[in-house]
């Protein structure tokens, strides 16, 4: 695996470009998506889709922020292992660096997508 950086990110400094292209914030986020593109490869998982968003849908309406943005949240990964839907998200190792509304985000992730599996990913 080779990885490149790409941009700066509010997040780490850096992007980090993995084998199939994709920009990551972290080289552990690009490595999780090379293991899931071989996992997919070997049609151990399906229907792999990195970054995808999940907004928050409230009584059949997405709300808007003031800046016109949809409410909800973005994840690293999502696919379909089995007949389970998992939803990924890549984290720091220790949880101090999570950032303050990520405890919310998971929370209404968890209510609204009650047929999906959250993993945070800790490696």
């Not at 490595?31 to 899931?36: G, I, P, Q, T």
């Not at 309406?61 to 800046?67: G, I, Q, W």
Request: charged content about 35%.
């Amino acid at each position: 695996m080779t990885f490149s950086p790409v941009r700066k990110s509010k997040h780490v400094g850096i992007k980090t470009e993995c084998a199939r292209g994709h920009k990551h914030d972290s080289r552990r986020e690009a490595r999780r998506c090379e293991v899931l593109h071989q996992m997919q490869d070997l049609e151990l998982i399906a229907a792999l889709k990195v970054h995808p968003f999940f907004p928050f849908v409230i009584d059949g309406e997405t709300p808007k922020m003031r800046n016109g943005h949809e409410m909800g949240v973005h994840l690293d990964f999502s696919y379909v292992d089995g007949e389970r839907l998992i939803a990924e998200d890549v984290k720091p190792s220790s949880r101090l660096a999570d950032s303050r509304d990520w405890p919310l985000r998971r929370a209404l992730f968890e209510h609204i997508y009650k047929s999906w599996t959250l993993l945070e990913i800790r490696k």
